[in-house]
């Protein structure tokens, strides 16, 4: 099994930091492996508190389920198939900011979760994260 | 960093008592620090038990994301773009009662929380407390 | 049954407050109800931050056995008969610095507990607090 | 209060990786802030899984305490004055690895946790990377 190394984990976390310095954010950033378990977390100079385990638990949906955390969010409302799968876990999020990371084979590695803004923009972060994987 | 007193938050769960016994309710007050760490608390007699986590948390929500914690409520219902954000962080509190406390340079340095009523008397005695900030 | 008021519980909190001051230690204070639920809290400046669940879990444990929470800690050493007890109860501490509170009649009303020295002046600020009782 | 910043704790983690490479260990290492709360954290390669969640308790346990980690250990032994006190806090570990971090002017602006080897290591490297923060 392909598994994210440190030097990957830090390129994502830079990667997603200077997307979002870009966007004038502050986030939290964090990368799990292929056992949903913590890489890698920074968390920037005056990102939200509350944002330090969502984070996590985005990159850990995110792996958990080997899809991005928003696609959760879509079967999870009211009335759909998961409804309040986030209770499970220890905790889901289920909205976007979550994504898989997949090496250059396309074999997923861990995932990336980024919160502290917008969910728009947590997830621009995020994907901003994903291609700094080499 | 500023960070708030004892005396501070004193005068803050003093001055949300007082409006507590204008309005004729029976509340939980709150104060958390910067790290979102319990400094102060009170439950006045007869205020529900329940209220005891909910005021802790509420304060604890409104520092974790600098903001109300009623906006948080505005944003995490089914459809919202933070659905269920309250199963993360051990537990948020995403309705009225959870107020960032600021000093007179403007900088948080903690918040209050407030239960025991409706969500309506809670946050106009949470407001009240933070008015208490010298 | 009797029952601690909040005024009570601030004067507990207030004796234990002085004396804490009169020892020129930082502490943490909690008083505890009937139920084993938090009354009242405050964290003096510069106090442990590990020391508000161990102030708070000393109350509880004296009210939850009605003896000081030093009591337990001399049954549940290895090869006594209340071996690890503190693993139950979400926690407890067996250590001094949890007493119950009694009132004229002499029938329980609540806890308080102080964590922040040695536990010889945690004891002794408790101490002080359960004479603040009136 | 000072607060750590990001660019201090990193500096922290990569002085901690440095010790680690030279020891030939693999280490997993955590910043948390003064108010307890994680800022920085890396997992080496190959590092213990086991050792996430106690780089972590040990950097939280260090700061909620303002002493290194294994103090708390040198109480907390059968007969001892803090006998079990690891329950707390939602866990604490009380073995060698965390330590307060101080800046130039001697506050505390958080602490440093290491796990993946002996308690001796574990120190060494933790050790080295509370002379990283300039």
Redesign the interface.
Known sequence: MAEI??SQ??AVVDAAARRSQELGTLMDIAVVDT?G?????????GA???????SI?KARTARFFNMESGEI?KL???GGPLY?I??TND??????GGIPLRNSDGAIVGAVGVSGS??ENDHDVADAGTRGLS
Chains 1, 2, 3, 4 share one sequence.
Do not use: Y
Request: aromatic share 8%.
């Open positions: 190394t440190l984990a830090r056992g378990n913590l890489k890698a977390f920074v968390r920037e100079d939200w508190l509350g944002s330090i385990d969502i638990k969010g999870s409302q009211p309040n986030e209770v905790g889901l999020v289920s909205f976007p917008t969910v």
